[in-house]
C-alpha cells in the first residue's frame, strides 16, 4: 500500500442515493481543470526532464513543494500519528501539488496537504 498514491474507500450507496439526481460538475468542467493543472506543471517542470507531478524526485519536491509553518506541522503531525514512511511522505508532497494545480494555486496549503494525507489513510486505518 505504501507504493499507491491515492487511497480511497468508498461505502456503498443507499439507495435513495443512487437513484437521487445532483447537480455536480461535469466531465467537461473537470477535464479543463484536469488541462489547466497540467498546464501549470508544464510550465514548471520547462527544462526538467520531468513532465508531472509523480514524476517529482527529492530535488523537485524541495524546490516546487515548499510548506509553511503551518503546513510543515499538519505533516510531520500525520508522519508521526500515521507512522509514515519517507515514500509515503513525498507521495503526499506530491499529491498535495496536484491539488494545488488544481486549484490554481501557486503554493501548497493546509487544505491541500490535509486532503492528500487523507488518501493516505486508508492502509493506517485497517
Request: aromatic share 2%.
Amino acid at each position: 500500500m505504501d507504493r499507491i498514491d491515492l487511497q480511497v474507500a468508498v461505502n456503498r450507496l443507499k439507495p435513495e442515493e443512487i437513484t437521487q439526481q445532483s447537480e455536480g460538475e461535469s466531465s467537461g468542467q473537470i477535464r479543463d481543470r484536469v488541462r489547466e493543472a497540467r498546464a501549470l506543471a508544464s510550465q514548471r517542470f520547462d527544462g526538467e526532464k520531468i513532465q508531472c507531478n509523480a514524476e517529482m524526485q527529492s530535488r523537485h519536491l524541495r524546490r516546487w513543494c515548499v510548506l509553511d509553518d503551518s503546513s510543515r506541522q499538519v505533516l510531520e503531525g500525520a508522519i508521526r500519528k500515521l507512522g509514515l514512511s519517507a515514500r509515503a511522505t513525498d507521495r503526499i508532497l506530491k499529491v498535495a501539488r496536484t491539488i494545488a494545480d488544481l486549484q490554481q494555486s501557486v503554493n501548497i496549503q493546509v487544505s491541500h496537504l490535509a486532503e492528500a494525507i487523507q488518501y493516505r489513510t486508508i492502509d493506517r486505518m485497517q
